[in-house]
């Protein structure tokens, strides 16, 4: 083991842009698109997105109470250790490093290469094809070189990722601010809003067959319910990695004050500018269109190119221009919030590997005073999945799996004020025990929602999680043998 360890060099700020820069990634950009098609109301996708920002800002009001309890690197991954034992904490460690992490870093690299491909078309094409069975595009090349050039600067220092994350935090913070606001004063002139406001609580599902053809089915009472449920799924991917900071706390220079704050300010930064930038959408493009559209207004929301509502607000603020105005800020976006992703993943794995639970390499630290294979490890797994998931897949299991863990943390918080009412606990979860039973409560009706309307995304995120167990046993019993 070198005598290199983690270093203390991470402030408020720095703590701030981790979270609002891991949070922002391609999502509110995209995911407005299928909420309108899941709901077809205006004011009902608002009230998932505000649901999704308060149950967000729930969570991280209550982690902090764990954050300043236990300021040590690998997070979630520690509290759950210290409520549960080293089983669960191992399922959460595993979950993270097979879907989780690798899989939100894939899903965004994906996205990054998406919109890169507004600029070079190329991307498009199938680059490599193995016997007509497997191919990779271009495009997904490009996700994994992202990927590995990104790993490459983390390991050269946290310094490096530290200043990748301020400059695209402000730059991808500025540009969205000015897409709200252009989005706003000009949206408003017209009479969009008021029209996709008209029937604002009028649900319906839509659904568009290989051909084109549009079917439409009214929703209300547990139809309605169940759509919403199943929904919210995309607003939640959107604001997910808030945890992060959690992961590099002994990196941050006094956690057990920074931490809970930069979880709070971060996580009601992204909430406000989300509600803000989905108003601007509903200012700028109507909420039902035609498939046949030649133009943003004439395709509206629902049926936006790829789903890609961000370009479309761009395209009616800026003309033509707009939409590759719009992919070089996703880009930027993109780019910013895997840095984060990739910075703050390695720290777990790298204390799980300390804990003999992870491969042995990945608890060295670097001459740079980082972990350097954990972050390899990580960027490989990640490059994987680059090459398998549709994003809307990874999307779902990733999710799922998240909330899950989300639910036994803060289930954490009650348990361990029983079982160790002394420990000193710098930062008290706020409005406790309310606002944690109310995150679980919701959270909870959410996943079973996700159990029975997307059966097998999330059938297939929980046989994920439950595949960590006998994995665990087994590495238990590899670690028994070495320690006789």
């Known amino acids: 083991m070198s005598s290199h360890h983690l270093k203390k060099s991470l402030g408020l700020l720095d703590a701030t842009t981790v979270v609002a820069g891991s949070m922002i990634g391609s ?10 098609r899941d709901v077809g109301s205006a004011a009902w996708i608002m009230v998932l997105w505000f649901l999704t920002g308060l149950i967000t800002v729930f969570a991280a009001l209550s982690y902090g109470e764990l954050a300043g309890m236990m300021p040590n690197a690998g997070g979630q991954y520690v509290y759950l250790q210290r409520a549960y034992g080293k089983t669960v904490s ?11 992490q690798t899989g939100v870093i894939a899903a965004v690299a994906v ?18 094809n193995f016997f007509k069975i497997f191919s990779i595009s271009y495009a997904q090349l490009l996700s994994i070189l992202s990927l590995v050039f990104l790993t490459f600067l983390n390991v050269g220092g946290v310094k490096n990722g530290k200043y990748i994350q301020l400059i695209f935090t402000f730059a991808k913070l500025i540009a969205l601010f000015a897409l709200i606001f252009l989005g706003l004063w000009i949206g408003l002139k017209s009479d969009v809003i008021s029209q996709n406001f008209s029937n604002a609580w009028e649900a319906k599902k839509t659904i568009v067959d290989h051909v084109g053809n549009v079917k439409t089915i009214q929703l209300s009472g547990f139809a309605l319910m169940g759509a919403l449920g199943a929904t919210i799924i995309n607003s939640l991917f959107s604001s997910d990695a808030w945890n992060n900071v959690t992961f590099i706390a002994s990196e ?9 704050r930069s979880l709070f300010l971060g996580t009601l930064i992204v909430t406000i500018i989300y509600l803000l930038a989905n108003l601007a959408y509903f200012a700028l493009i109507p ?14 929301i629902m049926f936006m190119p790829n789903d890609r509502v961000g370009a ?7 003309g033509s221009i707009g939409s590759f105005i719009m992919a070089g800020l996703i880009l930027i976006s993109t780019f910013g919030c895997n840095n984060g992703l990739i910075l703050a993943g390695s720290r777990l794995f790298h204390t799980m590997a300390k804990d003999g639970l992870f491969f042995k390499k990945a ?15 990580q960027c490989i797994w990640a490059s994987v999945l680059c090459l398998s998931g549709k994003y809307s897949d990874l999307l779902v299991y990733s999710t799922f799996a998240a909330l899950l863990f989300y639910i036994l943390t803060i289930l954490g918080i009650f348990i361990l004020r029983k079982k160790e009412p002394d420990t000193e606990r710098p930062y008290k979860a706020w409005g406790y025990p309310i606002v944690p039973a109310l995150y679980i409560l919701i959270t909870f009706a959410i996943c079973v929602d996700l159990l029975v309307y997307d059966f097998k995304n999330a ?15 087994l590495i238990h019993k590899k670690n028994e043998k070495i320690n006789e």
Do not use: C, H
């Open 312 to 318: 479309g607000a761009a395209e009616m603020i800026f």
């Open 111 to 128: 996205a990054f290469s998406k919109y890169a491909a507004v600029f070079f078309p190329f991307l498009n094409f199938e680059a490599i």
């Open 287 to 300: 909420m039902e269109g035609t498939t046949a559209g030649k133009d943003a207004f004439s395709q509206g």
């Open 90 to 100: 191992f399922m959460y460690g595993w979950t993270v490093f097979s879907v989780i």
């Open 27 to 36: 999502g509110i950009f995209i995911v407005t698109a299928p909420m309108a």
């Open 459 to 473: 059938g297939i995120g929980l046989l994920i999680v439950f595949l960590g167990l006998p994995i665990y046993f």
């Open 363 to 377: 608890k060295k630290i670097n001459k740079n005073d980082v972990p350097g294979y954990a972050l390899w490890i």
């Open 252 to 260: 941050i220079r006094e956690p057990k004050k920074n931490i809970p």
